[in-house]
Every structure is written in structure tokens, then in C-alpha cells.
């Protein structure tokens, strides 16, 4: 992918978007992320290796500056960015064929994360979902199997919202004059 400078301005913006994102769901602890939407939008507009280091750099600024957690997610953010990059015909298709697509994308990035967040965290990270993840424990599950289900659930809502938001914005008669 050769990076010109309208490129590098649309993946300086979704970095933005990201570290916005991961910051209002920090301080507000909600149970999901928007901390990939920029890297979703990015993806599908440009491509895997955009995807990937709009959220590589993404984890990397919030972790600089409010979430040290977030450092350890940029394995998963790199894997979203290649896995949407890879499905940008999703635009083009029904709810439904978007809804499955990001299931599928879904498990792969929650057992990641959910590998990260066992091994590095025993469960408990900054994020609004750790205490779904104590709840789970709490009933009598497995500390991975909580967090799985955790992740999975979390990152298929925060995964397909950002899907559906950045599909209206390249679809709309606006953006695609700015483009």
C-alpha cells in the first residue's frame, strides 16, 4: 500500500478516533471498547496494512497516556485491522451477511484478547467488562471461560457497532465527495 498524504491524514484521524473512543469508554468503564472504531473504518476503506497500524499505534498512544492496559491489546488490534481490511466487500452487503461476517471476525479477536487478558491479567483490566468477568467467576466458571465469553460478547457488540457506523459514513453522499 503506498501511503500518500491523504491516506496518512485519514489514519492520523482514526488514530484519533480510536484513543477518543478507548478514553470515553475508560472513564465512563463501559462493558464495550470503541477503541477500534477508526481502526474498522480505516480497514475497510483502505486495506489491511492501514487497519493494522491504525490500531498498533491506537493501543500504543492510549497506553502512553491514560491506559497502560492497553499496550498488551495491540496483537489484537493488528489482527482486526488485517481480518476487516480482508472483508471490505462487507459494505456491500445485507445486515445480515454483515452480521455474520463480524461474528466470524469476532472469535478470532476475543480469543486473543481473552488470552491476553487471562495470561497478563488473570481477568481484571481496566475495562468496564472485567466485572462481567468477576460475575462469571463469581457463578462458578473458569477465569478463560469468563473472560471468552466476556470478550466475545463485548467485542461482537463494540466490532459490529463500529461496522455499521463506518458503512453509513462510506456510503453517504457527503463522504464520498470529501473522498
Known sequence: MKIDTKKLTFISFCISINIVGSFLAFLLKLPIYLDSIGTVFISLLYGPFAGALTGALSSATSGMIFDVYSFYFIPVQIVLGILMGLSKNILNRSIKQKVVRVFLISIPISLLGAIVVTLIFDGVTSSGS???????????????????????ITDFLDKLFATFLADKIINSKSFRYII
Open 130 to 152: 472485567a466485572y462481567i468477568v468477576q460475575f462469571l467467576r463469581a457463578l462458578g466458571l473458569k477465569t478463560i471461560t469468563s473472560v471468552f465469553i466476556t470478550q466475545f
